[in-house]
């Protein structure tokens, strides 16, 4: 699996977008970018994921430069709710799904 | 998305018992893990869960240590055996829903071992 690289931490204000970055430079053309979070010790919930299309879902949107290099998860309008860990992976998909590698994530605090 | 039970969602044990966690879900899955996540670090995972035949385990993950069972396509159950403090950790079920080509997280058994 491709590695990733997140910062460790982030903040943001209420109700403004969170955009957290991710570089996986080493990813394969059949892998797929998937986000997780992690809310205080809770299982890991699915966020979104994509190939090279960015992506939007009532949660989040995706955005993949075209290189497939790096992308961006965006929450449009954080709330304290979303104070989380957030796992950027990598990981083929299709008949070739592999297992998860997590990384140490990025912690994101919103604050009012 | 699957919906995913896990029991206990805690315990507290003495060293040198063993602990089983079950980990059910709400429609037949193909693939199944479990993870371990100890205090203050990322997800680690143990093995995955094999309908029909032994567990898939990862490097410095035994059976003997971890053993698994997976008799049917929505259940499994890890077994933590001869705990000893180190095992204190959460562990975690995943599957995988192969139509979305997503894992879907359980919530979790916190296991504390003194």
């Known amino acids: 699996d491709a590695k990733t690289t997140q910062p460790p931490s982030m903040d943001c204000a209420e109700g403004r977008a969170a955009n957290l970055p991710c570089n996986h430079s080493?990813?394969?053309?059949?892998?797929?970018v998937y986000w997780y979070r992690q809310i205080h010790s809770q299982g890991p919930q699915y966020i979104i994921h994509g190939l090279k299309n960015n992506e939007t879902n009532e949660m989040a949107s995706l955005i993949i430069t075209e290189d497939r290099k790096s992308s961006t998860l965006i929450l449009p309008h954080a709330t304290l709710r979303d104070t989380a860990v957030y796992y950027c992976i990598v990981n083929a998909g299709g008949t070739s799904y592999g297992k998860l590698t997590f990384g140490q994530g990025t912690i994101l605090t919103v604050h009012p | 998305s699957a919906v995913i039970s896990q029991k206990p969602s805690r315990d507290i044990c003495q060293r040198g018992t063993s602990l089983t966690i079950q980990c059910q879900v709400d429609s037949q899955v193909t693939m199944m893990f479990w993870y371990r996540q100890q205090p203050g670090q990322s997800l680690t995972l143990i093995a995955t869960?094999?309908?029909?035949?032994?567990?898939?385990?990862e490097s410095g993950f035994v059976i003997d240590k971890f053993p698994i069972s997976r008799p049917n396509l929505t259940f499994s159950t890890l077994t933590v055996s001869n705990m000893s403090p180190e095992d204190s950790s959460i562990y975690l079920c995943s599957v995988l829903v192969a139509a979305k080509e997503t894992q879907y997280f359980g919530p979790g058994t916190r296991l504390l071992v003194l």
């Open positions: 869960a094999n309908q029909g035949s032994e567990a898939t385990y």
């Open positions: 080493t990813i394969s053309g059949n892998e797929y």
